[in-house]
């Protein structure tokens, strides 16, 4: 560690826990920086305000010394750039107050990553800088002088490799010194003619309107002027003017001159070449011509991603029936034992442990292929590959109006909406982003195969899988309409020009990648697993209760809630072949409204009791040390199965065989044989598109409305019913054309004035959002 | 790269190619599209190696030490000059 004091400004440790924000550009290693100081004591929010995740936690430098380190979002520069999450990280820096600002730097690009430094030393405030990746420097030949920099800048320079846990002991010494030092850096030597301008606007503005960061404001202000406050504009332009005068260049292009200048000349003062190239930058030369080549390089992407998305899926598959069948033993079987033990009611029982256990159990089985989804996808990201992904995609998806970056979360759609949502963070362009999100409800999640599992068994036995992969292709396609629709009308406009830093391949930390994994996975389980816990709970008291004529009463479930408020709905879908005594596949839909995986457990339940089946059997004497034996023993089993599935993930190869199918679906003989008598293969296959298309949960709506706002999530809530609904009517109408041709031509017409409509309300929207934009740019 | 060794033709991006050397001249266009490259570290000034392309996706460039890949709509918006033929010789 070296360090270098120009100006101290305390002696002692503050008290309590001092912050500290790391900052760097992105791939820089902050991350992994950040997660070997805080280890597993992390917190992960939204900043205020805004849906990007901020996420802080407590590192300990010495025995009863701790400090909370906020991991910033990766930023190039405090003067602009990027999306949300980099204006999160800029406003951050500029107005909340840090004991110490940390600087992670790549060594291996050294210049570049001293143009934020410049910007940093002129925030005036502590600073200590971590020179990480001096591996990949040395790879590259070049050897930083790490005391010489720190000598330079004013402020202590601690070398590390971050990725192998190098330097860490001395990260936290110099982090404990400079905390109790202070240490501001060192102010670059710029022009004096710079240097004279700075100081008058900076001495202005303090003057003016007392701004702390005087300074930063003065360089802000002369380098884009449209950020002026209105009170500093004509001394801005005094200074500029003179400053314009004196050195015969714009101010716009001097100040980001002098700054280039700066980084080129110190980097190059403290770098030596010590050799060639090595290895590593021959390897990320050679990778990039396979890779980003103009032909292979898009088959290469769909290869990997259809690698991640099998191992996920077929690795999750190994322990998914162990995570299902111990928590159903323990959160349902067991629970339920209990409260029936303790003298509990019926209704209660099944509220507590069928609904809120049940729901928690749907929850659990889900980690297995998520948790793995995540993890691959941190590895990607981390290994330097997604950039590259973006890069190679960018000019397929630019046709739909989307950065090529689009295709990523669309992917992860396949497993899960939720993560793709929040996926699509990766996004900058806020246009893209919002169509990027709007998409993803019509990717087909695996809860929705289970429907299709239980229909598929009974109507299309024999071509069952062509009938799923037809579903998945028309979620996929309705997906691409959509983002093409919304960016010729409401979102109108086109991709930004794509610019991406390509960072070199690196093999990631597994311990960053398996925390960033862990962290996504608990938010997800907590946040869907309240979700579905209360809508579990609703839907078993639901059915048990109704209007009578002396008001709300217990009754059969004929006659609750459940079946008078589907009886109210069914002639909404009758276009769409749902006859009016099949309101059980109506409760299913509301229910699937709040989560698909609860749609055929709905039905077995509704079927259940309408078959009069006793409810509690399965609480009263339940065999939990077998269940258990039973669970472990899935592991294995289904392992050995591992290798065959890697060529069908989903297991559309169980939909040849009835059992299979039967067991994936979860649903009971009584629901398979309630099915067969109330559908058609036609009406169920409208059915079935519909699912597909409709709202696709509840967690997934409110991932929605955090990522986009009330106002898309209202729109893509009504547009995702619309659309389901019209593609289901229509599929049926024309099916069973012969039969009543005038009502199919009705329907038909109806269905396209109301595309019509929509079209015009959307253009007119974004006409209106155009003027908008328009007039806020000028 | 020295001021003396870049040559005085101008050529856009696109006219580059596969391990070229140069130095942006120019980047036109609008200018919140040209502040992004300038926050990726690319200004007029910058010396690059052309690493990949002009293909169909557009170019993938070293400059700084830093790979950064530009999409097919910079390739005309960014004017470069190249090492004279002093220099190369």
Partial sequence: MVKHCSAVAGATLPAGSPRIALVGNPNCGKTTIYNLLTGTHQTVGNWPGVTVERRSGSARLAAGEKVEVIDLPGIYSLLGGGGEDQAVARQFLCDEDVELIVQVLDASTLERHLLLTAELIELERPLLIILNMVDEAQDRGLRIEASALSVRLGVPVVPMVARRGKGLGELRLALREALRAHVLPQRPDWEPVVEASLSELSTEIGAQIGEERSRFLAWQTLEMPESTPPALRAARERVAQRLQQGSGEDVVDLLPAARFSWAAALASRVTQATGKAGWRQRATRHLDRWILHDWLGVPIFLAVLYLVFVVSFSGGNVFLDFFDQTSAALLMHGFGHLLLQVGAPGWLVSALAGGIGGGLNLVISFIPPIGLTFLFLAFLEDSGYMARAAYVMDRLMRRVGLPGNALVPMVIGFGCNVPAIMGARIIDDPRGRVLTV???????????????????????????????????????????????????????????????????????????????????????????????????????????????????????????????????????????????????????????????EVVIGTLNGIYQRQAGGDLMAQYRDPN??????????????????????????????????????????????????????????????????????????????????????????????????????????????????????????????????????????????????????????? | ??????????????????????????????????????????????????????????????????????????????QVRQPSAAAKG
């Fill in chain 1, 624 to 778: 939990i040390v077998q269940a258990l034996r039973d669970a472990l023993a899935t592991i294995p089993e289904n392992a050995s199965k591992l290798l065959s599935s890697f060529t069908d993930p989903l297991g559309f190869a169980d939909l040849n065989q009835r059992d299979a199918s039967i067991a994936d679906s979860g649903a009971s003989s009584q629901t398979l044989g309630a099915l067969a008598q109330s559908f058609t293969p036609l009406s169920a296959l409208a059915y079935l598109l519909f699912v597909l298309l409709y709202v696709p949960c509840a967690s997934t709506m409110g991932a929605l409305r955090r990522e986009v706002g009330w106002g898309w999530m209202l729109f893509s809530t009504a547009y995702g019913i619309g659309i389901a609904w019209a593609v289901a009517t229509l599929v049926y109408q024309w099916g069973t054309f012969a039969g009543h041709p005038r009502t199919t031509w009705g329907w038909t017409a109806a269905i396209a004035i109301a595309l019509l409509l929509l079209l015009l309300g959307l253009r007119q929207q974004g006409r209106r959002h155009s003027r908008l934009h328009l007039q806020e740019q000028g």
């Fill in chain 1, 438 to 596: 709007l998409m993803q409800p019509f990717m087909s999640c695996s809860a929705r195969l289970t429907i299709y599992m239980a229909f598929a068994v009974v109507f299309f036995r024999g071509n069952g899988g062509q009938v799923v992969f037809l579903l998945y292709l028309t979620g996929i396609l309705m997906a691409l309409f959509t983002a093409w629709l919304l960016g010729k009308t409401a979102l109108r406009g086109q991709a930004r020009p794509f610019v991406m830093e390509l960072p070199p391949y690196r093999l990631p930390s597994l311990r960053s990648v398996a925390l960033q994994a862990w962290q996504r996975l608990r938010i997800f389980v907590l946040r869907v697993g309240k979700v579905i816990a209360a809508i579990g709970f609703i839907l078993f008291l639901l059915p048990g209760i109704g209007w009578t004529s002396q008001g709300l009463r217990a009754t059969d479930i004929d006659h609750s809630l459940l079946a008078q408020g589907s009886e109210a709905l069914v002639p909404l879908f009758a276009p769409m072949g749902i006859q009016r005594d099949n309101w059980p596949a109506v409760a299913g839909l509301v229910a699937g409204a709040a989560a698909k």
């Fill in chain 2, 1 to 78: 790269m020295r001021e003396s060794e870049i040559g005085r033709e101008i050529r856009s991006l696109a006219q580059l190619s596969r391990g070229n050397q140069g130095v942006i001249h120019a980047i036109h266009g609008a200018a919140n599209e040209s502040k992004r490259l300038l926050i990726m570290g690319l200004r007029p000034g910058s010396a690059f190696t052309l690493l990949l392309g002009p293909d169909r996706r557009g170019v993938v460039l070293d400059s700084a030490g830093t790979r950064i890949a530009l999409g097919r709509e910079w390739l005309d918006q960014i």
